[in-house]
């Protein structure tokens, strides 16, 4: 089915499909709580409080990309990508000494992190790429200052003049794409 590039079809999952993609999430669902039951009783050394988070994130968001996978749906990977990163940053505060404060560049750039994900199923490639350039630049640029490397105050600045490139850079884009469509 042809689209207009801006969306992918969504073809409905087969009964098998649909088994297969709720087998996977009952497993993972299993499998987190079964986690969540070895903290809860000592067995492994981690409050529940601290291990939920990232144990249900993980659980969902590779729940939603095996269905994705199997549906080849590239929303739902997207989507996949952003919940699987954010349950990075949550397993990075309890695995490392570093919190939520040095580790929230994650959040940032979750969108382009999705976006990665997605490419491999999308029929628009380039707004795509777009996307993950922004948001990478984006948490990259927050990652300098979350680390210490730069001030705040520098990336400010730096976030602040790379938001006026992209608009200077949409701005070009758009006027050549308009004027290519007036002359064909």
């Given amino acids: 089915m042809k689209t207009s590039g801006t969306t992918d079809p969504v073809l409905p999952l087969t009964k098998k499909q649909k088994c297969a993609c709720n087998i996977v999430m009952g497993v993972l669902l299993v499998a987190a709580g079964i986690i969540l039951v070895l903290a809860g009783t000592g067995v492994i050394k981690a409050s529940v409080g601290a291990i939920a988070a990232p144990t249900v994130l993980f659980a969902f968001g590779t729940a939603v990309l095996v269905s994705a996978v199997i549906a ?12 699987l ?12 000494k570093s919190g939520y404060a040095e580790l929230y560049p994650i959040y940032i ?3 382009g992190i999705g976006c990665i994900f ?3 199923f ?14 990478g630049i984006l948490g990259g640029l927050f990652l300098l200052g979350s680390c210490g490397v730069i001030g705040m105050g520098l990336t400010g600045g ?4 790379f938001g006026g490139l992209c608009v200077i850079a949409f701005a070009v884009e758009t006027y050549i794409l308009k004027d290519k469509s007036d002359n064909a």
């Fill in 85 to 96: 990163a954010c349950g990075l940053a949550s397993l990075l505060t309890v695995t490392t």
């Fill in 72 to 83: 080849g749906n590239s929303l739902s990977m997207w989507f996949a990508g952003v919940v």
């Fill in 122 to 135: 999308a029929e628009a490639k380039f707004p795509q790429i777009k996307a993950i350039l922004f948001f």
């Fill in 109 to 111: 750039a979750a969108p």
């Fill in 158 to 161: 730096l976030v602040a003049a």
């Fill in 118 to 120: 997605s490419v491999w």
